[in-house]
């Protein structure tokens, strides 16, 4: 067992991960109405292609991608595509986003699906497009494209890290993955290792959860690689650089990646989601959400497919309490506040947390700022979380900036503590959207600067080329015009000539 | 003192001769004053300020001949960096201008006859077409100028604002916290 370390900051939160692990997973049902957003990953949206009235097979691809930073929708069951819509969007603004609405005929029939060779003969680029193809991201909340993160680019992998900390309060979901399908998340970790060709796989989990380390430490003699740690529970320790600091005892640069330090992570679910894409060929067409909070009367996990509605799981766990007040995707740090729970469930879907008013702080309660500095204490990244409040509020983009505003992971830990309940991460979050806002309005000014400017170029050149052409088409004409000239009076002596010779002839007789 | 007044004298030719390749070799083409400002504008293109486009109210912005709350797009903010910049006082946007919606054309394609005029009238080329062919705005590339709508002989070009979508979204600024006195 390798030696831990410690990251500064971070707080102890009372975990109330029992309450949804007392029974076992359950399964949804397919629902009536399936909508699955085109839009559920970091990047740009996938480009639908299905049109209404199409009958999709399960596990066929209904939108494919053209950037580089993006993921493939699979359709999650076979039925016939009804419509498509825009529909409010699993995100902070609820903005209308497209999405294919599946009604599904109950056959649950699969697409046509050849067996792959064995990974191990596979060439790592061939599996990353395989788990590219299989639109598979970040399960852990932020849904990043997975296949980005399996190119080691020229480095030599030391370790992949999966990272099984899940350190939010509420969040089972990994957990219960870890108990009950450890076997699926070895094979991940597997064929993850070999794609990356990695040394070591490092699993790391807090010591809260007992039965998953316990489940997964059985496989730990099987291969020599691997390595099942058992790190403190402290928040944010599954934070992706908080978690790197524990075991290895380095930091990530500011603004720089894992792979800065031969390291990879990715969430535990994620390995689960590779194990299936290419063992079973199973594109990640569903997931396990942990629905709980005191909001709703059986908190439990739920596997569910991906565009199932919101509500549809709440009434699995038992429906909403007679408080239930708010609707979190995410857990309680950093979710996001939902409209209505007719939103879809998509790939970052970890957690619905449904709070009541007890259970919240009351917005009316903030106060003015005390520069008490508790805040800086436990700031995880050793940010100084005040004066990055106070440039937010005077809206000093450029100071924000310079005091590294990007290097925020937005865990939340400066807001829990302030005494005056200031809520600061959303200080932080509308100071980073206004940058990249600002950022993306330069890019089109420069854009259309450059444009402008082409266009003069281009005025002035057909100008200068058409005066060209006009003087030229003078100078032949003056040019032609000496010509006509010479030839008249060629013509004329050519007439007197003929004259003084007829008058000669005339003489002569 | 003859040879103070040497030193001085070689150090007096040695410094022309710097001074004077420097200002042969280092030499700014334009002003770089007007360039800073150009960089500040908004880039729109639209006119609306009564010069022909960005840079020619950058120029005469630096020149000190044009007011410095004139640049619509650009709004409060931009008047309140020109300022900085300019070192000038900062003036609000005239209130007849003080509503500006971002807004892209849009070319109702049923309609367009293909007279190529917004063609023409375009600033920054982002209409494609031609002559008596349907033409379409290249959205990504549209200022939103509104410089196509005149020309237009039969009004089939729309401003609509641009719509919010979760890429542009930008979060909204809490609430600042509640003031007690005493």
């Known amino acids: 067992m390798g030696k831990l370390y410690t990251f500064p900051g971070g707080i102890h939160l009372a975990d109330h991960k029992s309450v949804s692990t007392q029974s076992d997973i359950r399964q949804s049902a397919i629902p009536e109405r399936l909508f699955v957003p085109l839009d559920q990953h970091i990047g740009p949206a996938a480009e639908c292609v299905v049109s209404k009235g199409d009958s999709v097979l399960k596990g066929q691809m209904i939108g494919r991608v053209s950037e580089f930073i993006s993921a493939p929708v699979h359709a999650p069951t076979s039925g016939t595509v009804i419509d498509i819509q825009k529909f409010p969007a699993a995100h902070a603004s609820a903005l209308p986003s497209d999405v294919v609405i599946i009604e599904p005929d109950g056959k649950d029939e699969w697409q046509q699906r050849s067996p792959l060779a064995s990974y191990e003969k596979m060439d790592p680029s061939e599996l990353r497009n395989i788990i590219r193809c299989a639109g598979i991201v970040g399960l852990g909340g932020a849904a990043f494209p997975t296949y980005i993160k399996m190119n080691p680019v020229g480095h030599n992998i030391g370790a992949l890290i999966l990272n099984g900390a899940e350190c939010e309060p509420w969040i089972t979901c990994d957990d219960m993955l870890m108990r009950t399908h450890p076997g699926d998340i070895i094979e991940g970790a597997k064929i993850m290792r ?121 009434e699995l766990a038992g429906g909403y309490t007679d408080d239930a007040d708010r609707l979190i995707m995410g857990g309680p740090m950093m979710g996001i506040t939902l409209k209505t729970d007719a939103t879809p469930v998509i790939k970052a879907t970890n957690c619905l947390l449904v709070q009541t008013p007890e259970s919240q702080r009351d917005a009316s309660a903030t106060r003015a700022c005390i ?24 809206r000093n983009f450029d100071q924000l900036q310079r005091h590294n505003l990007f290097d925020c992971i937005e865990c939340g830990c400066c807001a829990e503590v302030c005494p005056s309940h200031i809520p600061l991460v959303q200080y932080y979050r509308f100071g980073k959207s206004e940058i990249w806002k600002k950022e993306q309005e330069s890019t089109k000014a420069g854009l259309a600067r450059q444009r402008t400017e082409a266009r003069q170029e281009r005025a002035e050149r057909i100008k200068a080329e058409r005066k060209a052409k006009h003087a030229k088409a003078k100078a032949a004409k003056a040019a032609a015009g000496d010509d006509k000239q010479t030839e008249i009076k060629a013509a004329v002596a050519r007439s007197k000539a003929k004259k003084a010779e007829q008058q000669s002839a005339t003489e002569k007789l | 003192m003859i040879l103070s007044i040497l030193t001085l004298a070689a150090l007096a030719a040695v410094f022309g001769l710097l001074l004077g390749y420097a200002s042969v070799h280092f030499k700014i083409e334009g002003d770089p004053l007007v360039d800073q400002v150009d960089s500040l504008l908004p880039q729109t293109q639209c006119g609306q300020c009564g010069y022909v486009g960005c840079r020619p109210y950058a120029t005469a912005l630096v020149e000190g001949e044009a007011e410095l709350n004139l640049c619509v797009p650009g709004g409060d ?71 196509c709508v005149p020309p237009c002989p039969v009004e089939c070009i729309d401003m609509l604002p641009i719509r919010a979508c979760t890429d542009t979204w930008t979060w909204p600024e809490p609430a600042p916290a509640m003031q007690t006195v005493n």
Do not use: F
């Open chain 1, 194 to 314: 070999h794609a990356l060709q990695a040394t070591r796989v490092i699993i790391a989990i807090e010591d809260n959860k007992p039965q998953a380390v316990a489940s997964l430490r059985s496989y730990e003699g099987e291969y020599e690689w691997l390595e099942v740690q058992e790190i403190p529970t402290s928040y944010p320790t599954g934070g992706e650089k908080q978690l790197i600091r524990i075991l290895t005892g380095r930091d990530v640069p500011s603004q720089g990646l894992p792979l800065d330090l031969d390291l990879v992570v990715q969430n535990v679910a994620t390995a689960a989601a590779v194990h299936y894409a290419i063992n079973n060929l199973q594109p990640l067409i569903s997931r396990i959400i942990t629905v709980t909070g005191p909001g709703v009367k059986s908190p439990c996990n739920i596997e569910a497919l991906i565009g199932t509605p919101m509500s549809d799981l709440i």
């Open chain 1, 371 to 394: 520069r008490c500095g508790e805040c800086v204490k436990v700031c995880p990244m050793r940010l100084l979380p005040q004066q990055l409040y106070w440039y937010s509020r005077s």
């Open chain 2, 77 to 147: 903010d931009v008047i309140a960096v020109l300022a900085e910049t300019l070192g000038r006082e900062a003036k609000p946007l005239s209130d007849e201008h003080a509503a500006h919606v971002p807004s892209i054309a849009y070319i109702i394609e049923d309609i367009c006859i293909g007279c190529t005029k917004c063609i023409q009238a375009c600033p920054v080329d982002a209409i494609v077409g031609a002559a008596k062919q349907m033409h379409t705005v290249i959205i990504e590339e549209c200022t939103g100028c509104e410089l």
